[in-house]
């Protein structure tokens, strides 16, 4: 991967021409990475800046400028004032929601999750190797195929727009990629370790609890953000299955951003949307070697 | 009765797993196909009725520019997006001084929601206030960028914002490719004197076939599934120019009431992942195995 004409050290340069040349190139590198970067942040910049104007500003002034008023208005609006449909309740109680969502379904699904991939490494048995595949098969399937009779089986248990609802379908579907990402950490432990402690008499969950739990903590964080941004961004499952009260935050933004009563207020859709990405974002930038983790580990299989 | 117990303990704790994905993924699927082959509207009805409805679905045009879409919008995702990532990741493998930041910088997209990125984009995108005023507003005041209003070019807008959202991710991908690279082939390679660009493109790049792969899977995974990002984007619209199978299906199941369609086009979007991840998955499992 080194560079051989940019960081070569046992040769002198041929010529000042060349070493010229080669700094121009660097300094092109330079400035096209860091074009790149301004393409990336530029959508992150109008959103702020958009949320801190007033509309009377977005109308007049230009898309990239800074904001000459610094207001928060739209964001106040956009926590507890927009119109999500009929009721004005902001993205407050939504937030909620998700949270309410989110938080037992990330630990259900990790916690079955990291069961599951403690037997398909250690406890093998005839047939696991095909249902491993099953199961791995059940992470790629478009959701439309599964979306109507879960409706329905969601209607006929009284789970049909609830939260509780919400909860089981994103702890059904996320047993994929949770046991996938703790089978692959657990068979990097050796057996001979199973072994020795079945031999001084451990059964199945001590061995469980006392070897490889402890043993667990960075397959854990890598599970837990990544089922976290899934359950947090869904909207699919969101939109299907859940009524007026029990709508994720994505739904609601979405609601916020396409109500077509009144004026259309600019800063207060970019005030939600910023506020419905911060949960992702903050655990992406505090915990962001996890979460790159998780992205590769889920599209690398097997 | 103990012994039996502990010597089953793993079966049983992974019996609830295996009834879920039994009932929940393959049942399911199995009633999908099933409802796929009868005249069901509103309810589901269950005499089946032949291939009604795939042939219905075939004779619909908003159907056909779904499908249209999908494969349009699906080959330049998946290729923008892998030469965009390639092109980063070996731009930042030259001992780029910030390559931390920049990292981070690049890939944040992937953590947001495609209906925060849809909104977003939206924003920047409408024409009367977004970048079309912005360039009016410069004095090029023949400028037009309507894309998002323009039904020829609606689906571009959403692959403008597909690829922002995932391309950092392709680049993470490769980036770590490049990384696993034998450094010794290379070391050879510069004391031969052969130039970098071609270091590249003989060794380095050839060695990373099933990173290309991967990358591959996991893009044509996100297009097929593209739903949220149509919905805050254009909504399918303007008319059904950016319609795609997902919003078709969720048009059919919640809002046209035709189960039937709906069943019929989600087991064809079941069988587009299939021929591309099947062979993928078979592949990988097996060389595991071996």
């Known amino acids: 991967m080194t560079d051989a004409t940019l960081t070569q050290t046992g040769r002198e340069p041929r010529s000042a021409g060349a070493l010229i040349g080669r700094r121009l190139l660097r300094w092109g590198l330079y400035a096209l990475l860091c074009l790149f970067a301004l393409y990336y942040l530029l959508p992150l910049f109008v959103m702020l800046t958009t949320s801190l104007k007033s509309l009377e500003e977005i109308r007049t002034g230009s898309l990239v400028a800074l904001p000459r008023e610094v207001t928060f208005d739209a964001w106040g609006k956009a926590w507890s004032g ?19 969502m989110a938080v037992p379904g990330v630990l259900l699904s990790t916690l079955i999750g990291a069961l599951n991939g403690y037997i398909f490494a250690q406890w093998r048995f005839r047939g696991a190797n095909l249902f491993f595949a099953f199961l791995l098969f059940g992470c790629f399937i478009p959701f439309q195929v599964v979306l109507l009779p879960m409706a329905r089986m969601l209607g006929i248990f009284g789970l049909a727009g609830t939260i509780p609802g919400l909860i089981f379908v994103h702890t059904i579907y996320g047993l994929g990629f949770t046991t996938l990402f703790f089978r692959n950490y657990y068979v990097t432990i050796p057996h001979e370790l199973v072994r020795a402690a079945k031999i001084d008499g451990a059964g199945f969950f001590r061995i469980f609890w006392s070897i490889f739990l402890p043993l667990s903590l960075p397959i854990a964080v890598v599970t837990i953000i990544w089922q976290f941004t899934q359950i947090w961004n869904d909207f699919l499952f969101g939109v299907s299955f859940s009524s007026a009260g029990s709508q994720p935050i994505t739904v609601a933004l979405n609601n916020i951003v396409n109500s077509t009563t009144g004026v259309k207020e600019y800063n207060v859709d970019m005030a939600a949307a910023i506020i419905a990405g911060l949960p992702t974002l ?3 930038i505090v915990a962001g070697k996890y979460f790159i983790r998780g992205l590769t580990a889920g599209s690398v299989k097997g | 009765m103990t012994d039996w117990l502990s010597r089953h303990v793993p079966k049983i704790v992974l019996a609830p797993t295996f009834v879920a994905v039994l009932l929940f993924v393959y049942g399911f699927i199995a009633w999908t196909a099933w409802v796929s082959l009868t005249r069901s509207k509103l309810m589901p009805r269950y005499e089946i009725d032949g291939l009604i409805q795939y042939e219905r679905l075939f004779a619909s045009p908003r159907w056909d520019t779904a499908l249209t879409n999908l494969f349009i919008f699906g080959a330049l995702f998946i290729g923008i997006s892998m030469i965009l990532g390639l092109m980063l990741a070996i731009f930042l493998d030259q001992k780029i001084r910030i390559e931390g930041a920049l990292r981070t910088i690049y890939l944040y997209p992937m953590a947001l929601s495609m ?13 009367g206030l977004g970048i079309q005023a912005m360039v009016q507003g410069w004095g090029f005041e023949n400028f037009t960028f309507d894309w998002l209003i323009n039904p020829e070019m609606a689906l571009y807008a959403i692959v403008m914002a597909a690829v922002w959202q995932a391309s950092g991710f392709v680049m993470a991908l490769f980036l770590a490719g490049l990384r696993s690279v034998d450094g010794e082939i290379i070391k050879a390679a510069q004391v031969d004197g052969i130039p970098t660009w071609r270091v590249y493109t003989a060794i380095i790049i050839p060695s990373m076939a099933p990173i290309f792969l991967s990358a591959f899977i996991v893009l044509a995974h996100l297009a097929i599934k593209s739903f949220d990002l149509v919905i805050a984007l254009t909504g399918g619209g303007p008319g059904y120019a950016t319609d795609l199978p997902a919003t078709y299906m969720y ?3 919640f809002s046209r009431g035709d189960l039937g369609q709906a069943a019929s086009s989600a087991m064809i979007m079941m069988l587009v992942v299939f021929t591309i991840v099947v062979p993928y998955l078979y592949s990988e499992l097996r060389a595991k195995n071996d």
Request: with cysteine.
């Open chain 2, 115 to 127: 209906i925060v990125t849809g909104t977003a984009w939206k924003w920047i995108l409408n024409p």
């Open chain 1, 82 to 100: 927009a119109c999500t449909g009929i009721q004005c309740e902001g993205l407050r109680p939504f937030f909620w929601n998700s949270v309410m």
């Open chain 1, 282 to 284: 903050f655990v992406y």
């Open chain 2, 251 to 253: 048009a059919m199941a």
